[in-house]
């Protein structure tokens, strides 16, 4: 009989077979990690084994890399006035500086999967990049020809993208005025007071009004079997769950058990839309629903993955618990206590520097002091009136729930959050102070910014060219 | 530079100026074509001076032109809007581009980039009574330029670009040449 000899190149089949056997079930089957280039950056990094959110096709080529990233971003870029969008490159008298630097392209500056080389807001490009088409700005501004061109955006004066809270007009408007307002108050949302102003009707239920019945006499039959103590742990919990509601702006609105939930002979309480609540909340509250999804606690459920959980999370969240992210994380829907949403329920996960000082800080200070009735509401400054900002617009005054919207630049939060108690030279300078914000704002700003130097030279020239 | 980002721009033109091929084959030159949309360019530009700035700045009053327009809500300045339509042509790959230029530009973004930009704004700042026509060469690529001269037709251009900070000409008259809009139509080869 002839044995067969195995021979290298046998073992290298075999190898080679297991590999791809490896490769092959992590890609079609599997989270596809195997196949990442490398981490994603902290604004991609939870949907990165999605690669398809990026990569529409197997080696796309960069227009439909292109049209993926305008897909998510172009909206906010848009809304913001962005600087340099890709239609001003596209006239042929730019095509040279399109060869120093092509600005069509997200990804010339963006590259993903680059963390080693990455810095503040997914940035990969060497930090002088201005120079490429502003090389002889001094010219044209002699008060600039000092500066570093790797200075021009990340000074606190300019941004490539977004400059909408960083113009001249604004600034001048403002400048003089002193760091803290005497009357420094946030304004009041207004929600609640328009619907009931429009809905006089409508009268709010009480406690007896419930039409949860149904729902606790299931629950109370299939949990506790008879057995007598457990039934009296669930009356109480019904009972707290009752009354949290009846005082809750639900009850005040006329919004019943039954809106949320659906009694169909659930083991525990079972809501509407197959038990999804960001879609029960968004049924109502769309406007905040479709915010949410934008920013960092619900960009996965945005693109239909799994929910975010903490344990998933990079940035100074305690990742020991794991905590799935959707509308109840932050509020209770019974008691929908917005005092705990603003504080509590932001403190319970994030646990970085910043957020660690924030009870140490005087906007903390002012908090307390505010929900002891001690100072008038909107005194205080809770995680909330900085993160999920009332932003004013006409007569109305809403909460953004897309907590990550103003933080790319920070000074997004001029005139929606700080302005509303302090000068712009003040918050300014408090915006670019990184040491500051990681202590929580105690303490004074480092002023050495150049912003309000030059703008005080440009109201100068400017009142010498009106008197000509 | 990947060939991908070359090749896809060099296809649109090819197919743009395939267009203006076309138009010139029919009878119509780039220099008619290029008129013809300056005069649609120029009727809004005047129109939306005329009937909406001036209107509503000037005569009743109740809402200012801005640069910061979108922060401050108010109305574009007239050579915004002419920009915004510039770039919405640029987003369509229209066979076409145009943009406001001048040799005293407020916004240095509209000063003169290339050498026959430079040639022209003389040429109709001198005699505005002729527009400029010229061909050119940019990223290898050939261009029929037609400039066409802006001319401060009311008080208002004159007084806002005197007094604007950042204009380095202050003595402007009306009627004076202020500029020029630059029409570019590919060519074939």
Request: glycine residues 4%.
């Amino acid at each position: 009989m002839d044995k067969i000899k195995i021979k290298f190149w046998h073992y290298g089949i075999v190898v080679t077979l297991l590999i791809s056997a490896i490769l092959g079930y992590n890609l079609f089957k599997g989270d596809k990690s195997l196949f990442l280039a490398g981490d994603a950056s902290h604004g991609h990094y939870q949907i990165e084994l999605e690669c398809n959110s990026c990569h529409v096709e197997s080696f796309s080529n960069d227009d439909l890399m292109q049209q993926a990233c305008e897909g998510c971003h172009a909206k906010e870029l848009d809304a913001a006035n962005d600087k340099h969008p890709k239609k001003k490159f596209l006239d042929p008298r730019n095509a040279e500086l399109l060869q120093q630097l092509d600005a069509r392209y997200c990804v010339t500056c963006h590259t993903e999967h680059k963390p080693e080389i990455t810095r503040k807001y997914g940035v990969t490009i060497a930090p002088d990049f201005c120079f490429h088409c502003h090389e002889d700005i001094a010219k044209d501004r002699p008060s600039h020809a000092p500066f570093e061109f790797d200075s021009c955006a990340s000074s606190g004066c300019h941004n490539y993208h977004d400059n909408s809270m960083l113009y001249e007009d604004f600034l001048i408007r403002h400048a003089g005025e002193e760091a803290t307002f005497e009357q420094a108050t946030l304004p009041p949302r207004t929600a609640l007071i328009r619907w009931l102003k429009k809905n006089k009707k409508v009268k709010p239920l009480s406690s007896q009004q419930h039409d949860g019945q149904k729902l606790f006499t299931t629950n109370t039959q299939s949990d506790n079997k008879g057995k007598r103590n457990s039934a009296t742990n669930k009356d109480s919990q019904v009972n707290s769950i009752v009354s949290q509601w009846a005082d809750s702006p639900h009850a005040t609105t006329a919004v019943n058990c039954s809106q949320c939930h659906d009694d169909n002979n659930q083991s525990s309480p079972h809501l509407k839309f197959n038990n999804n609540q960001l879609e029960v909340c968004s049924s109502c509250h769309e406007r905040q629903a479709n915010q949410f999804v934008l920013g960092k606690h619900g960009m996965r459920q945005g693109l239909g993955l799994p929910l975010m959980s903490t344990a998933d999370a990079r940035q100074g969240i305690d990742t020991t618990q794991d905590k799935l992210l959707t509308c109840s994380s932050c509020h209770n829907p019974h008691s929908l206590d917005v005092s705990i949403a603003a504080v509590e329920s932001c403190l319970g996960c994030h646990q970085d520097e910043h957020s660690k000082n924030y009870k140490s800080s005087i906007h903390f200070t002012l908090w307390q002091q505010e929900q002891n009735e001690e100072l008038e509401e909107g005194s205080g400054v809770t995680c909330a009136s900085c993160h999920l900002p009332r932003i004013k617009k006409g007569k109305r005054v809403r909460v953004m729930h897309n907590q990550n919207h103003n933080l790319r630049p920070n000074s997004k939060m001029l005139k929606t959050v700080c302005m509303n108690c302090h000068g712009v030279e003040f918050s300014l300078d408090a915006l670019a102070d990184e040491a500051l914000i990681e202590k929580n704002f105690s303490g004074q700003p480092d002023s050495d910014l150049q912003t309000f130097k030059l703008i005080e030279q440009r109201i100068k020239k400017r009142q010498q060219r009106r008197n000509q | 530079m990947t060939i991908g980002k070359l090749i896809k721009p060099t296809l649109v033109l090819a197919a743009s100026s395939l267009i203006s091929g076309a138009a010139i084959a029919s009878g119509i030159t780039p220099q008619k074509m290029a008129d013809a949309i300056f005069s649609v360019i120029e009727s809004d530009r005047t129109v939306y001076t005329r009937n909406v700035v001036d209107r509503l700045q000037n005569k009743e009053e109740v809402l200012d032109a801005s640069e910061h327009w979108k922060e401050e809500s108010a109305l574009p300045l007239p050579a915004q809007m002419l920009r915004m339509g510039s770039e919405r042509v640029n987003e369509k790959d229209s066979g076409f581009t145009y943009s406001l230029l001048s040799l005293w530009a407020i916004n240095k973004q509209n000063k003169p980039k290339t050498p026959l930009e430079e040639k022209a704004l003389k040429i109709i700042g001198k005699d505005p009574s002729k527009n400029f026509y010229g061909e050119e060469t940019l990223a290898g690529k050939k261009y029929f330029t037609a400039v066409y001269p802006d001319v401060a037709v009311s008080e208002a251009c004159v007084k806002c670009h005197n007094k604007h900070i950042d204009s380095p000409r202050t003595d402007f008259k009306l009627n004076d040449v202020m500029g020029g809009i630059a029409i570019r139509i590919p060519l074939e080869d």
